[in-house]
């Protein structure tokens, strides 16, 4: 599982480099935080994980990113 975790955040990475966009490791360590979980998880729990591992992103931005990493696929 950790090999295909690795190569989805290799394209993700690919991808959002790709689009532009500001704050690139920021996307990228919440995507990673999303691909470490194994199971369904609501919003708040992202939030809730993200904060666990010291983040403190705001609620808008983690929202953009995960509907963008819907959107790349």
């Known amino acids: 599982m950790e090999k295909n975790d690795s190569l989805d955040k290799t394209n993700f990475r690919k991808l959002i480099e790709a689009d532009g966009k500001d704050r690139i ?25 993200l904060r666990e591992e010291g983040y403190d992103f705001e ?3 983690v929202k953009q990113c995960l509907n963008r990493m819907v959107d790349l696929g």
């Open 59 to 61: 609620p808008r931005f």
């Open 25 to 49: 490791q920021d996307r990228l360590n919440i995507i990673s935080v999303f691909l470490g979980e194994e199971e369904h998880i609501t919003f708040e729990e992202m939030l809730h994980l």
